[in-house]
């Protein structure tokens, strides 16, 4: 590391004439200062506040370098591996994001690029003392997870979230390899079906034998069933185990065995929460409440993917307890869930399906006061006339759930005057999704467009830094954004809006802006061209299906070099200008050289 | 539910597709409405709000969507809901594929069936619920239309003839069959994924044991 020019005043008692210390050597005079600051460093957590430190001048940023030990990538493209790693030397932890949001709803090409791989290599040489990898929407092989297992021996945690690209195998190799390994968390990512003819790996048999240093074990989402006498022998001999999330392999008689092994938990998936095909109804029933009940610490339940209704009141015992409750895989109708909901007094977090209806939203709003985060998923995707929840729900929430800081709710109809009311009554919303499924809907009611709604939601939610918006809009809609999102972060658009003037004001008026994903909306080159001013300051721009040209998109590259736009076309000879997609993000280094044959990065 | 009503006539409609017959499949193509554009002839008496390019929807994720969008954007006095639609767009409702798996087996008991497209050298996988085509010939053409291609007509000795592609399933054995070689229902039960060949490939599979 090289020093800056800059003369540091000389302090006292730090001259070589002081007595000889043989085993401590004071350091010389200019890197005293520096080391003060090092060991200040140390305190600032948050990323923002080490991003400002880092610009104070050189040896501030040398110094925020040095003691930064977690490191947070939000786009792996923004910045080469080999630039992180050059900058900073010691990190320990690691989060990488890859692709974008919208790859998640499939319109993201196969192969389109995150791969973990350079990140891999690059890591192993920086960062042999690496303890955690927290990778979102990236691709990676069992050969990166092989190369994870093997070069970081102090290895402690590692979390995946949406990934894909890897199977059984990799995952059996971080489960023999990393000894100290304690958190092994696979979320909605995609492990690769193994082949008909070849055994399913036995995974769990792979963890080291004798006691683990596991705390958080979560593999809903592996898709292949597990040696359950293996799993049972691990848990067993896991004392600090709190988070458990099976996956739907596991059956209900299973889950009780684990439940009673291991009754210090405070998370768990259910896994299937049904009998396995091989039990009869009928057949000698184990008292399933008992092994929630002996979990006393229990405060997240999750799972329930294949549940028999008749089992949830099972969960009683716990629900008192409960912060956080996810039965969005579980279909169970308003009835079955009204008496769980009706005793879980300190619900924080709730995730359900619409199966829960207007009705069991009413008991949620009546009984849940300190709900801060709710989720209703649909259970049918079709664009219909009716649907289970609606505005009512909506309204009925808003006035029982007064501390609300996130929703997601998908519905077939909603009213402006539901999302008023909610603006109003809950003033702590940070997060606000609305998805009303059927495209282009207006408000039932009143025939109006959705505008008005979602333009309180803006103006009153004073805290509001997510949005996302749904049913028929006009650009007014997008002038209230402008107007009011001023600490908005992230956007999401889909089919709305009239004309450029909609993106304008929102490029022109939301000074915080980062993430904005827009799809099917009438918006083209000039409504891009508004943003210049902004880009550099965004992490990225999707929009897709709307009415930007190849030509447009080369002014804004030519206008912005630090800017990739990546132009994504699956069609090869097109008769216009207009592009599908475009994905446009900052960028230190070049252009990637890892993209598929429809995807071309303009400069 | 009106969609369950239509739906049950469109099938009344179309179960002559599915009767054995000595003629080849798609020689009454033109006799079938598919079952899209019924839905579509419908639906715009009753409504003019729907977007016109829904039965286009799902094959081609470009659109010009620009003027449709705008046009429909201004049709607020209208207040029919717009008829439930059968057709799948891309990745709407935004709901991850994995959420939108688990729910499949929720719909497969309401009555959907669905199976994953793939098309060699394309860089997209689509699926599409094979009960709503009533037989071999819609779903043909709407894989035609899906992929922008055609598949030609089908010899149960040569296959496809007069192109490139040959549409190819797995069935429940996995084993990779040749659409058409069994009748619809038994193909709609047993079938697991499609995947358009190319090239010399699928013109290998045409020829008959």
């Avoid at chain 1, 995707?381 to 501390?403: D, F, M, N, W, Y």
């Avoid at chain 1, 809006?497 to 994903?517: A, H, T």
């Avoid at chain 2, 699928?202 to 020829?207: H, S, T």
Wanted: some cysteine; proline content about 6%.
């Amino acid at each position: 590391m090289t020093h800056s020019g800059s003369s540091l005043p000389d302090l006292p008692n730090c001259t070589s004439t002081a007595a000889p210390m043989s085993e401590i050597r004071s350091p010389p005079p200019d890197r005293v200062l520096e080391i003060v600051l090092e060991n200040v460093l140390h305190f600032l957590t948050c990323r923002r506040d080490r991003n400002a430190a880092s610009l104070v001048c050189r040896s501030w940023c040398r110094a925020e370098a040095l003691t930064r030990s977690d490191l947070f990538i939000g786009n792996c493209y923004a910045v080469s591996p080999h630039r992180a790693t050059s900058r900073f030397r010691r990190v320990r932890s690691l989060t990488v994001k890859g692709k974008p949001r919208f790859a998640d709803f499939d319109l993201l090409p196969l192969n389109w690029g995150a791969h973990f791989s350079p990140w891999g290599s690059a890591l192993a040489d920086a960062y042999p003392w690496l303890e955690k990898l927290h990778l979102k929407r990236m691709s990676l092989t069992d050969d990166d997870l092989n190369l994870i297992a093997r070069s970081f021996p102090s290895f402690k945690e590692l979390v995946l979230v949406c990934c894909e690209g890897f199977g059984i195998a990799g995952i059996a190799a971080v489960a023999a390899n990393c000894r100290l390994l304690r958190v092994l968390d696979l979320v909605e990512s995609v492990v690769e079906d193994a082949d008909e003819d070849e055994e399913v790996m036995d995974w769990i048999s792979c963890f080291p034998d004798g006691e683990t240093h596991l705390e958080s074990l979560v593999f809903e989402c592996v898709e292949c069933p597990v040696n359950f006498e293996a799993l049972e022998r691990l848990v067993a001999r896991s004392p600090y185990l709190k988070k458990l999330r099976l996956n739907h392999y596991v059956s209900i008689p299973q889950l009780y065995r684990l439940m009673h092994r291991a009754p210090q938990l405070t998370h768990l998936g259910t896994g299937s929460f049904c009998a396995s095909d091989d039990v009869a109804v009928g057949d000698q029933e184990l008292d399933y409440s008992s092994a929630f009940a002996a979990c006393k610490s229990l405060v997240c339940l999750s799972g329930f993917r294949d549940i028999l209704p008749d089992y949830l009141p099972a969960i009683y015992p716990a629900c008192a307890n409960l912060t956080s409750l996810n039965l969005s895989y579980a279909d169970v109708n308003a009835d079955q869930l009204k008496p769980v909901i009706l005793q879980c007094h300190k619900l924080q977090t709730l995730w359900v399906l619409d199966s829960i209806c207007d009705e069991g939203l009413q008991a949620v709003a009546a009984t849940c006061k300190d709900l801060r985060e709710l989720r209703v998923f649909p259970g049918n995707t079709r664009e219909e006339a009716e649907g289970p929840v609606s505005e009512v729900g909506l309204e009925v929430i808003s006035q029982g759930c007064r501390k609300l800081q996130s929703i997601l709710f998908f519905c077939q109809r909603m009213t402006n005057a539901a999302v008023i009311a909610m603006s109003k009554n809950c003033p702590d919303l940070v997060v606000f999704r609305l998805c009303i499924i059927g495209r282009y809907r207006p408000d039932p009611e009143t025939h109006e467009p959705m505008d008005d709604g979602f333009g309180a939601i803006v103006m009153n939610c004073k805290k509001l830094t997510r949005l996302a918006v749904s049913g028929l809009l006009t650009d007014q809609a997008f002038r209230y954004i402008g107007m009011y999102g001023k600490l908005l972060r992230t956007l999401s658009v889909a089919f709305a809006g009239d004309s450029d003037q909609g993106l304008k004001y929102v490029l022109e008026g939301c000074p915080n802006l980062q993430k904005l994903e827009i799809r099917d909306s009438p918006f083209g080159d000039a409504a891009l061209h508004s943003g210049l001013h902004h880009f550099y300051n965004m992490r990225f721009l999707w929009m897709s299906t709307c009415k930007l040209t190849r030509q447009g998109c080369q002014e804004i590259a030519r206008a912005l070099p630090h800017l990739a736009l990546e132009v994504i076309d699956s069609q090869e000879d097109k008769a216009d200008d207009h592009i599908e997609i475009l994905y446009m993000y900052r960028s230190l280094d070049r252009p990637r050289n890892d993209a598929p044959k429809c995807v071309t990065i303009l400069q | 539910m009106a969609t369950s009503a239509s739906a049950y006539e469109n099938d009344i409609k179309n179960l002559k597709a599915t009767e054995l017959t000595l003629g080849l499949p798609g020689t009454h193509l033109q006799q079938n409405v598919p079952i899209i554009d019924q839905e579509k002839s419908s639906a715009s008496s009753s409504s003019n709000k729907r977007p016109l390019q829904l039965s286009h929807e799902e094959t081609s994720p470009a659109q010009d969507c620009g003027s449709k969008c705008s046009n429909i954007a201004k049709n607020t006095d209208d207040d029919a809901a717009p008829p439930p639609s059968k057709a799948k767009i891309v990745g709407w409702p935004p709901i991850r594929s994995y959420r939108k798996n688990s729910l499949q087996e929720q719909s497969e008991a309401a009555g959907g069936i669905y199976v994953k497209v793939s098309m060699d050298g394309a860089p997209y996988l689509r699926k599409i619920d094979l009960k709503i085509y009533g037989g071999y010939p819609q779903l043909l053409k709407a894989l035609e239309n899906m992929f922008k291609l055609t598949i030609g007509e089908y010899s149960e000795k040569e296959g496809y003839k007069g192109s490139d592609y040959a549409p190819t399933y797995e069935d429940k054995d996995g084993d990779w069959m040749l659409v058409g070689d069994v009748p619809w229902d038994m193909f709609v039960t047993s079938c697991k994924r499609l995947r358009i060949m190319k090239g010399s490939e699928a013109r290998g599979l045409g020829c008959a044991v």
